[in-house]
């Protein structure tokens, strides 16, 4: 079954890396947000299997997008993936601690993108 | 390369834009515009790194480190830092246009990133209370701002600045302009902080947004069904404000060289062994469940940043740049100058190239045994230089560039060059050639370096190139340099000292073959992709040894900027390396040293240009690897 993935990032060169990096249109539909507010668009007109999102953004940052996600009753179990540069980390860690399943830290190879994602796709979506 | 060069170029633009844009502030910046420049490195940081600019990217990274410092109050915004970060900005944008016609090897990444660490001074330590202790907000609210919001928060509470919350409903395709002006406004006398958005009255025709400003005065002008709520608990008291660390002074203390010297060394060998430990925990933390591993991550790359910041800081105290050396040989030509009656003029090109402070004081003789003999017996009288068409005055060239873990260091001159014959003459005399043999240019420059070539009576002769250049020699092999000499009769003499530098930091691309880890240093390459038929890469195995790799799918190709390329088993990893040099001869010329990596067996760090000059250069890819 093809999987509908979000990939929310404000930079240009990264999303494009991280959409080429997971272009597979036999299992994979990648829809892209430049902003929270593209994503906060989105969200309500297709079914997500994931959501990819940086956490440095502005207006409304990464950690403000999963903690709106993470209280939605429709969408808190989509699974997250953030990504995030070192500088970060304790955004990231905050990350976590609102929800998100997994992270990976920048520069990340295309491999690395796909095997996080794969992974987040094979977790079975929490009953809660 | 050209076109990735033309591209960072283009899209670095706007970024440096913004950068100009609040560095020319007349006032210091307010945290949105820090905040914004912040953003507008990081973006370029990210750029540069995925162009294959590692310089770039590496002296960005710092740049960005400290204002990220700066707008989580960590460190102080002072006159220094905008001056440093000008300065900083004005040898980047320098070496973009210079990176048009090749790669970012002219950026003086060392020296930029020594201004910014120059004008980093700590900020008092902010208080470590809850937030929801300051303000009455809901724990969901407090847990989904950022680092940098909350400290935002925080230090408006410091200065006793209400915070008010603002929430807000517009129509999703209206959203951003609406919200845009509503920013404006509250950015006038205020700060508008963070933009939370709700879960009620989210649809998909309208969003809710709870912003987070703080301001002294209640906010006006909001939209008539807005919600307005101050969150700050007590009634605001305007504490002292905390008084700027600005140490202008520079102090200075004497301290025994060896008790430095011993802090130093430890400083390099920590770094090394946390390096090598650095890695198992990274595999460590693969096995620990995402929110414990980001912690773990967290806790390593603060000592890492700290001990990498620890090596830089020494390896700065080690190091003068090579410009101090060239004033002192300046001097010595102005005098020698002066009692000549000859005319020249000496300069010093790339004098910023940092050296170590040893190798510096062990150089200054032979170069001053050079500039000597350049300054009496190379450069012509101004006489002989107007009948041989040359303008009246000479030049002696100092010229420094360090490349990998390497120094070359020239020293030109535009006089009359050397007289081979008479060289060859003199050796003749001393008995160092058979009377029948012809040596080649080559053969007869290296008798100049020889004990013994020079004597009083062959100084005029030969133009004094032999005094000395024995002591010269030994100084450098001491140092396992190379000294060479190149000379046209007529057109002048360049003395060329190559020597390895004591150690070198740099990123690098560490792959496998032959089931060991090699690197290459990162910016020499361009590109990596999957090995296909019509690379002409040279595999690795064959250069170091000596074998063709088994056929097989899966091998990588590595493609350097001049398009030549390198086949490897496998790429693993980009690492930021500590390279020591080794002594190899002429064994094996394409290896710039060794690194301890992350794992426990050495790197061993290659030049790929000389694999590829080794291998004879690029040949065509034989399917499956045939025989050599």
Redesign the interface.
């Known amino acids: 079954m093809i999987k509908r993935i979000l990939v929310v990032e404000d ?1 240009d ?2 999303r494009s ?1 991280i959409v080429a990096a997971l272009d597979d249109p036999d299992r994979r539909e990648v829809f892209e947000a430049s902003s ?2 593209e994503a ?2 989105l969200l ?2 297709h079914l997500f299997d994931a959501i990819v999102t940086d ?2 953004m ?4 990464g ?6 996600l993470k ?3 429709q969408y808190r179990t989509i699974p997250i993936l953030v990504v995030s ?10 990350a ?3 929800g ?4 990976v ?3 990340f190879s295309a491999e690395q993108i796909c095997s996080a994602v794969d992974r987040l796709l094979a977790t079975p979506p929490s009953l809660t | 390369m050209k076109g990735d060069a033309v591209d960072f170029s283009a899209e670095a633009a706007e970024r440096l834009e913004t950068v100009r844009s609040v560095l020319s502030l007349a006032r210091p910046p307010r945290a949105g515009e820090i905040n914004e420049l912040f953003r507008a490195v990081h973006s370029l940081k990210g750029l540069a790194g995925l162009k294959g600019y590692s310089r770039f990217a590496g002296a960005l990274h710092e740049a960005e480190s400290l204002l990220d410092a700066i707008r989580l109050s960590r460190v102080t915004w002072t006159d220094r830092v905008r001056e440093a970060l000008d300065r900083f900005f004005l040898r980047f944008e320098a070496a973009i246009d210079a990176a048009a016609s090749g790669d970012d090897a002219a950026f003086p990444a060392e020296e930029a990133i020594g201004l910014l660490s120059e004008a980093r001074a700590p900020a008092s330590t902010p208080p470590a209370a809850p937030l929801s202790a300051e303000l009455d907000l809901p724990e969901r609210t407090v847990s989904c701002l950022s680092e940098y919001e909350e400290s935002r928060l925080r230090a408006h509470r410091a200065a006793g600045t209400a915070i008010w919350t603002i929430d807000v409903a517009f129509p999703l395709d209206a959203f951003e302009a609406a919200l845009k002006d509503l920013g404006a406004r509250l950015n006038d006398g205020g700060e508008w902080i963070a933009t939370l958005p709700q879960v009620a009255g989210f649809s998909a025709e309208q969003v809710a947004v709870q912003l987070l400003v703080a301001r002294e005065r209640e906010p006006e002008g909001l939209p008539e069904d807005a919600g307005l709520r101050r969150v700050s608990r007590e009634p605001e008291q305007p504490r002292v404000a905390a008084e700027e660390t600005e140490r202008a002074a520079v102090r200075t203390l004497r301290l025994e060289a060896s008790r430095l010297e011993a802090l130093l060394a430890e400083a390099d060998e920590a770094r090394a062994r946390f390096q090598k430990l650095s890695g198992e925990m990274v595999r460590l933390e693969e096995g620990l469940p995402p929110s414990q591993r980001v912690i773990a991550a967290r806790l390593r790359l603060r000592l890492d940043g700290s001990l990498e910041r620890l090596a830089r800081q020494a390896a700065g105290i080690r190091t003068v740049p090579i410009s101090r050396l060239g004033d002192r040989l300046s001097r010595a030509a102005k005098r020698i100058l002066e009692s000549s009656g000859k005319k020249a003029e000496f300069r010093i090109v790339g004098g910023e190239s940092e050296i170590d402070r040893g190798l510096a004081d062990d150089l200054a003789d032979p170069l001053l045994h050079i500039v000597r003999n350049a300054v009496d017996h190379g450069i012509e009288s101004p006489g002989e230089r107007r009948a041989a068409g040359k303008p009246e005055s000479g030049t002696v060239t100092l010229m420094a560039r360090s490349r990998n873990s390497r120094l070359l260091i020239s020293l030109a001159d535009d006089g009359r060059g050397i007289d081979t014959l008479a060289v060859v003459r003199r050796a003749r005399e001393l008995g160092w050639i058979r009377p029948e043999a012809e040596p080649t240019e080559e053969e007869a420059r290296a008798f100049l370096f020889r004990p013994g070539f020079s004597t009083a009576s062959a100084v005029s002769e030969i133009s004094g190139r032999g005094v000395g250049l024995d002591l010269v020699a030994e100084r450098v092999a001491a140092r396992h340099g190379e000294v060479r000499v190149l000379s046209t009769p007529g057109r002048g003499t360049r003395f060329e000292i190559e020597i390895a530098i004591a150690q070198a930091v740099f990123d690098a691309l560490v792959v496998l073959e032959q089931d060991r880890a090699w690197a290459f240093p990162l910016a020499a390459i361009a590109r990596v992709a999957r090995e296909s038929a019509g690379d002409a890469a040279i595999p690795l195995s064959r250069v170091v040894a000596g074998t063709e790799p088994a056929a097989g799918p899966g091998r990588v190709t590595v493609f350097l900027s001049d398009r030549s390329a390198i086949s490897v088993a496998r790429v693993l990893r980009q690492e930021m390396l500590v390279v020591r040099p080794v002594v190899t001869g002429d064994a094996a010329p394409f290896l710039i040293g060794a690194s301890q990596g992350r794992g426990d067996d050495a790197i061993l760090v290659l030049d790929p240009k000389r694999i590829v000059r080794a291998a004879g250069g690029p040949r065509p890819a034989t399917a499956g690897g045939g025989a050599a």
């Open positions: 930079s060169a990264t890396m929270g507010f906060l668009r309500p007109r956490v440095n502005p207006d409304i940052n950690l403000e997008l999963i903690g709106f209280n939605h009753p540069t070192e500088v970060a980390a304790a955004d990231v860690e905050r976590m601690a609102l998100s399943q997994d992270y830290r920048k520069p």
